[in-house]
């Protein structure tokens, strides 16, 4: 019978790499403790490290990318809100409407 392969979610990876930094027990320890290869960890932790400067650098340019988004959702709703009640209207007026 053949084996699945595990899928692990970011919120798993990055907690094992915290783990792996913060250097408290050796890469077998946590590789027993997580179920994972030793090197699977290491890998996880170069990864972690390599983008976490990623975080500091996007933080001013991604607030401008979501307050535009915000403003087409905010659109969007208001447009979606006049539809909405022009077909309530409509639909009143032809007893559909309870």
Request: hydrophobic share 30%; net charge positive.
């Amino acid at each position: 019978m053949r084996k699945t392969r595990r899928k692990f979610t970011s919120e798993f990876k990055s907690k094992v790499a915290i783990e792996a930094l913060k250097e408290r027990y050796s890469l077998s320890e946590l590789a027993e403790r997580f179920e994972l290869h030793p090197n699977q960890i290491s890998q996880w932790k170069q990864e972690f490290l390599e983008k976490s400067k990623d975080v500091f650098d996007k933080k001013s340019s991604k607030s401008k990318e979501d307050q535009v988004d915000l403003d087409t959702l905010y659109a969007k709703i208001g447009q979606l809100e006049v539809e909405r009640d022009y077909l309530k209207k409509n639909l009143k007026k032809l007893d559909l409407l309870g």
